[in-house]
């Protein structure tokens, strides 16, 4: 199949936009048959818990490419928007679902349910979700015989559905009070969101690769003379080995930080991606950021920006603005923990056993090469390592071509008809007005991009990280061009995903085609302080690798110099 004859189709009823931010390229097929059914698991009791009448995003692929589609309380699938207002408003009082939805609004901005979702988050859900991690991750596929290997890649493959469904069970005590912030606060001060998302620097270290493992780590190693030694001059693939290995205190603080990061997906939620452990170098370059202590030097805070928005808020809206703004923050970490801690990581441990199925695959004569694999679907994987069947190599392998190739422009932004958008907020109560709008604008942080307006030699986006900076641009498309990124490099590429944050030390700026001021790569820059313009549409296509490039994270420029 060749990307010319590709046709895209809508795979339901009512309008479907394509995910570029989080799925810039076709997933896998396993990732495809998982992923809909456990998104909208999570979602949908979010959303229950939290009175949106926005029941959940339905997601299905096209081509391998995801596309989603807005559902609502009692909303038929096909409907190109809400219904005429009498019967929105009594749809609001006889349906079971809505009524239930608008009765926990009116109380929602009293009780702040986020605060008890992050208790649970910090107490029980995310270490659960660890120790789950590591014993799986302390399993070793290339020990164990066939069925036990089918067995184990089972067990890395329901977990990995699991932890898909926590990342999105969390999506709205990430989101709303994040949401309700900006939407009171553009109202009071005519601030753009991209600006106001400023105040909100500091409060997710998480975002610029910080962690208690790390800092007890980078404390050991200031204070090894030989560990020191190691880190700056040993190839980056011995050092880890040497570390993990050491004795005493500095090898269970280097265990510590591997075990949490070593399998992770560098970028992107697919297995598809590489682990941070495919590409050490990226690894010792954190602990050398570590090491002299720069990242902590560089974490932005949002304190002075504060203080010129406030000013900008009459004085009657001042204790409002400082209670939402605290409320912002105490969330702020949870748009990149919950994938951290989730499905990235078990994405990442699933690959791992993959890898080694194609490896014994590749041994037995049926792949050219190992990573071919994960092309397979879930009955096809089964039938090969069994021996049962299954697809050709090249059938794989024309697969992943495809996944890897198919030229962006040939992905329709749309498909369907188009949507008239949700009801008026006049038509809502009033708490249910404010629910709505609230997540109206989280969800577009992520996805809300300007028109495109580039030239020959500038690239236009959000400026979402302040300063400039000049570098060299490097493209990155996929996986594999991570390898090329030296330091104060300005990484230009299509989007990036919470994981990307281990590779933040080698950056100068950042520039992507996708993405809004809740993007990942938006909140993974200002917490480092590296300028950032982000959906800028085509910048990916403008910018000539190894350009030199001048970035202005406060125009929303990037510039061939």
């Known amino acids: 199949m ?15 936009q394509h995910d570029a931010v989080h799925f810039p390229r076709p997933v896998t097929r396993l990732f495809a048959g998982l992923f809909p059914t456990q998104f909208s698991a999570g979602f949908r009791e979010g959303a229950r818990m939290y009175g949106t009448l926005l029941d959940t995003l339905e997601f299905a692929p096209v081509n391998g490419v ?17 219904p005429p207002k009498f019967i929105f408003k009594a749809l609001l009082h006889l349906h079971p679902g809505a009524r239930r939805r608008v009765a926990t609004a009116r109380t929602l901005f009293e009780q702040r349910p986020w605060r008890e979702d992050l208790r649970r988050w910090d107490g029980e859900i995310r270490p659960a979700a660890v120790r789950a991690h ?11 015989d066939t069925d036990a290997l ?15 469904q926590q990342h999105h069970r969390f999506d709205f005590p990430a989101l709303l009070p994040v949401g309700d912030f900006l939407a009171h606060t553009v109202e009071w001060t005519g601030l753009e969101p991209s600006r106001l998302c400023r105040l909100l620097n500091g409060a ?19 204070a090894d003379a030989t560990a020191r030694r190691l880190i700056e001059a040993a190839a980056p693939a011995e050092a880890l080995a040497t570390l993990r290995s050491a004795q005493g205190e500095l090898g269970a603080a280097a265990r510590a930080w591997l075990d949490m990061v070593s399998h992770r997906l560098q970028n992107g939620l697919d297995f598809c991606e590489r682990t941070n452990l495919e590409t050490p170098e990226i690894l010792v370059t954190t602990l050398r950021r570590a090491l002299d202590g720069a ?12 203080d010129a928005v406030r000013d900008k808020v009459a004085a009657a809206h001042r204790p409002q603005f400082d209670e939402l703004l605290a409320e912002a923050r105490l969330v702020y970490r949870l748009r990149d923990e919950r994938g951290l801690y989730s499905d990235i990581w078990a994405a990442g441990i699933l690959r791992r056993v993959l890898l080694e199925g194609g490896r014994r695959l590749v041994a037995a004569g049926r792949l050219e090469r190992a990573d071919l694999f994960i092309d397979a679907d879930w009955d096809e994987m089964q039938a090969l390592l069994r021996g049962s069947g299954g697809p050709s190599s090249a059938e794989l392998a024309e697969r992943a071509r495809f996944r890897a190739t198919i030229p962006a422009h040939e992905v329709p932004a749309q498909l369907g008809p188009a949507s008239a958008g949700p009801p008026p907020p006049e ?60 330091q104060g490099d300005i990484l230009v590429t299509r989007s990036t995903t919470a994981a990307f944050n281990v590779i933040l030390p080698l950056l100068g700026g950042i520039v992507t085609d996708r993405g809004g001021t809740l993007s990942h790569s938006a909140i993974v820059a200002r917490e480092y302080g590296i300028p950032a313009v982000v959906g800028s549409r085509d910048a990916t296509r403008i910018i000539p690798d190894g350009a030199r490039l001048q970035v202005d994270g406060d125009l929303g420029e990037a510039r061939i110099l």
């Open 150 to 164: 089918v067995a184990h890649l089972q067990r890395c493959r329901d977990h990995w559905g699991r932890m898909m």
């Open 2 to 16: 060749t990307s010319t004859t590709v046709s895209f189709a809508p795979p339901g009823p009512g309008t479907w």
């Open 427 to 486: 038509w809502l109560p009033t708490a249910s007005a404010r629910v709505e709008r609230a997540i109206a604008m989280g969800i577009g942080g992520i996805f809300g991009e300007p028109p495109a307006r580039n030239e020959a030699r500038i690239v236009r986006g959000l400026g979402v990280s302040a300063g400039r900076i000049e570098g060299i641009a490097r493209i990155v498309h996929d996986m594999t061009g991570f390898d090329k990124l030296r």
């Open 204 to 222: 997710s270290h998480v975002s610029s690769g910080a962690s208690p493992e790390l800092d007890r780590l980078g404390t050991l190693l200031r």
């Open 66 to 82: 995801l596309y989603f589609a807005p559902r609502g309380v009692g909303a038929p699938k096909g409907a190109k928007g809400p």
């Open 295 to 306: 990242a902590a030097a560089k974490r932005s805070s949002g304190s002075a920006d504060g």
């Open 134 to 144: 590591l014993e799986l991750q302390a399993v070793d596929p290339a020990a164990l």
